[in-house]
């Protein structure tokens, strides 16, 4: 919405009963509300939200990045309404959602992948001759999974059949489709992703990556861009990677490609995120780009052809949320009695709350995204903790605190942490 008014195009915004009090109603030129705050009932009900858009004229609908953003069905009924859905083509979101066809894919456009399974793995027998080919450990992953969820690590033999009946019946449980798949397990990797822009007339570039590796159960909490351990060499290889990944779908808008990146060096292809980040601006802020205005640019048939990015500097996101981190992070709703934001050179706030605004009790805890920019790493370090305690919320508790004493450990300040790190490690806030 801040993007459109930029641009002199008018927003609707859509809200359930739980938002009404949310700044995206406010910054909309108009609001529709559309149910109540079950998903199901609300952001998940497509016929709701084409409703909407149809009453109140919409082109387009951007579908941001939770709910529907990367629902293949969505983007059609977009499409078969005369409504242009602000991200890529139904077909591309469900090659990209599959998560085995995206890695046949991938792998058919030499794009590197961890060592793993030919295809979905079914029986018994299959499944000990494919881990005894791979090598113990291995990872089940569900193909209609993502972002973690229903993933399983197994170590031997003997505990194979167990862990992929359990991995069939949770996968069939929780997404309505019992495919696994198989690769090597990759112990303690870094998570290093890289942003992608695509046009409708068959340019690709990247925008270089992001370090997503402190993450928490599969929340990531901190990212950063340029990552502390990729060099010019691996960005340009991890780069092309990407490109030829999105490229082999013909994929049009923003997208991120997701890689692990092991002790030696060596990255491999996890799956593809078909839709804008909560991450993104750490790379608008390296990049100078409104990540948002170019997915519409290009959602408008605008060329990208000619793009030159000179990037620059360092950025961190630390992610603001409403839950205690002295208590296993649980959810802390509430008002927000006090909401003072911080500000100055190379601060950005992003947030949809504001002082006496009310965090509800039923959706993600994200209340903030706060972005520093500098020239070094080291001095971004410096300028989010000069943030950080600027930044004073009241009456729920956030995991300000928690930042606060993760960036002054020696482990981040030496850019030397792995995914394992915070689950691990022993890394707690009291
Ligand atoms: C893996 C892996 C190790 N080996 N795949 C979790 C999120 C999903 N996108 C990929 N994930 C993983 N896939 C292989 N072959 C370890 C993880 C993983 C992980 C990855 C990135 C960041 C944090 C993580 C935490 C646990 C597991």
């Known amino acids: 919405m801040q993007t459109c008014r930029e641009l002199g195009i008018n927003t609707v915004g859509v809200y359930s009963t739980a938002d009404r009090d949310s700044l995206h109603v406010r910054y909309a030129d108009e609001a529709v509300c559309i149910g109540p705050p079950l998903g199901k009932d609300s952001y998940l009900n ?26 293949a069905d969505f983007a059609e009924v977009c499409s078969s309404s005369g409504i242009k859905f602000i991200g890529p083509q139904a077909e591309m979101i469900r090659k990209m959602g599959d998560k085995n066809t995206a890695r046949e894919t991938v792998i058919a456009a030499g794009v590197p992948v961890v060592p793993g399974s030919e295809g979905l793995i079914s029986d018994v027998k299959d499944a000990q001759v ?20 229903g993933m399983r690590v197994v170590n031997e033999a003997g505990q194979l059949e167990k862990a992929l009946a359990t991995a069939q019946n949770e996968a069939q449980q929780a ?31 990247h925008l270089g990556e992001r370090d997503c590796t402190i993450q928490r159960r599969h929340q990531k909490l901190i990212e950063e ?37 092991d002790k030696n060096g060596d990255f491999y292809f996890m799956e593809m995120n078909t839709r804008i980040q ?54 802390s ?10 500000g100055g050179y190379g601060v950005r706030v992003d947030s949809h709350g504001y002082a006496s ?74």
Do not use: W
Request: glycine residues 8%.
């Open 225 to 261: 861009t340029p990552s502390p351990v990729v060099n010019e060499e691996l960005r340009t290889r991890m780069g092309d990677a990407a490109v030829a990944a999105a490229a082999a779908i013909n994929y049009e808008g923003a997208g991120t490609i997701e890689f692990l990146l």
């Open 175 to 205: 997404f309505g489709n019992s495919g696994v798949y198989f690769e090597k397990f990759i112990e303690t990797p870094r998570h290093v992703e890289i942003q992608v822009l695509s046009d409708q007339h068959g340019n690709t570039m």
């Open 130 to 149: 494919t881990a005894e080919k791979i090598g113990f450990p291995i990872i089940i992953k569900p193909t209609a999974g993502g972002g973690g969820k």
């Open 278 to 331: 909560v991450e993104h601006p750490v790379t608008e802020e390296r990049y100078s780009v409104d990540l948002v205005k170019e997915q519409i640019l290009v959602a408008a048939g605008e060329t990208i052809a000619g793009y030159v990015f000179s990037p620059k500097g360092h950025a961190i996101e630390c992610r603001i949320n409403a839950e205690d981190p002295a208590h296993s992070f649980r959810p």
């Open 46 to 71: 497509i016929p709701r939200i084409i409703a909407a858009a149809e009453i109140t004229n919409a082109d387009a609908i951007h579908p941001g990045y939770g709910f529907l953003a990367e629902n």
């Open 357 to 430: 605004y009310r965090v509800p009790p039923n959706y993600d805890s994200l209340i903030a995204k706060l972005v520093v920019h500098a020239d070094t790493r080291e001095e971004a370090i410096e300028r989010m903790l000069r943030a950080l305690d600027e930044f004073i919320v009241a009456g729920i508790k956030t995991t300000i605190p928690f930042h606060k004493k993760l960036l002054e450990t020696e482990e981040f300040k030496k850019g030397k942490y792995d995914t394992g790190f915070l689950d691990n490690s022993g890394f707690t806030v009291s």
């Open 333 to 342: 709703p509430g008002e927000l009695q006090v909401f003072h934001t911080p």
